[in-house]
């Protein structure tokens, strides 16, 4: 069965710092999409990204980064120069392919609670 | 505007009180799913709908009752609500019950509060 682990539960941080939120999955599925996606204090869940397994390269986008690493079941996002908007609940989350998985299509880490001081 | 709306958004009733939080999505997708989000514990699965009358247990379906009469409303039924059913929850959809690249979409979330 497929797993997600975000093993930091809260990180602080003081603005422009960069933080690193880390995240470890596990399946037996060759083929899979992994997704970040980001609870500000709202309580809505913004979508962030999506990745799929055949594509390895990391993805920019303004301060955000990401980086997908097979060998190790890992897919980390990065938020370089943080701010405080950046401040939120942030879950990383897996889904399989295939009619073995057609019941739960998403997996999701514990999330990871950044706090972005001014 | 696409979107999944639930109502209400916040409530707070009492232990034994049926209630029943809506759910409607506008995008014509085939699958739609109930997660509850627990403090470490992320969104968990209740149920789901792999389309019209087809509806399945997710993780923690227990003390749920859903119903997928129509394609773009998906309601949570708690016939019986106990304090420990006191969560946020989110109501999903997606275009496709396979599994994949299609994002899924989440409303706004539910507060709900069982005294």
């Known amino acids: 069965a497929q797993k997600v682990t975000q093993a930091q539960t809260e990180i602080s941080v003081v603005e422009k710092e960069d933080v690193t939120l880390d995240c470890v999955y596990e399946?037996?599925?060759?083929?899979?999409?992994l997704f970040w996606y980001k609870q500000p204090p709202s309580g809505e869940l913004v979508f962030l990204i999506r990745r799929n397994s055949f594509d390895e390269q990391n993805e920019i986008s303004g301060r955000y980064s990401w980086n997908f690493q097979k060998s190790t079941s890992s897919f980390n996002f990065t938020i370089t120069a943080s701010q405080v908007v950046d401040s939120a609940v942030y879950f990383c989350?897996?889904?399989?392919?295939?009619?073995?998985?057609?019941?739960?299509?998403?997996?999701f880490g514990g999330g990871t609670r950044l706090m972005v001081k001014p | 505007e696409a979107q999944v709306t639930q109502n209400p958004r916040y409530l707070i009733t009492v232990t034994g009180k049926k209630l029943t939080v809506t759910c409607s999505q506008n995008?014509?997708?085939?699958?739609m799913s109930w997660y509850r989000q627990d403090p470490g514990l992320g969104l968990r699965q209740i149920y789901y709908s792999m389309n019209v009358e087809v509806t399945d247990k997710g993780d923690v379906p227990e003390g749920y009752k859903v119903s997928r009469k129509e394609k773009r409303n998906f309601p949570l039924i708690l016939e019986s609500p106990s304090p420990n059913q006191t969560s946020l929850y989110f109501c999903?959809?997606?275009?496709?019950?396979?599994?994949?690249?299609?994002?899924?979409?989440f409303g706004p979330g539910t507060r709900l509060t069982v005294l």
């Open positions: 989350a897996l889904s399989e392919i295939g009619l073995n998985n057609a019941g739960n299509m998403l997996t």
């Open positions: 995008m014509n997708h085939e699958y």
């Open positions: 399946t037996r599925d060759t083929t899979y999409y």
């Open positions: 999903a959809s997606r275009k496709s019950w396979l599994g994949g690249p299609d994002t899924q979409y």
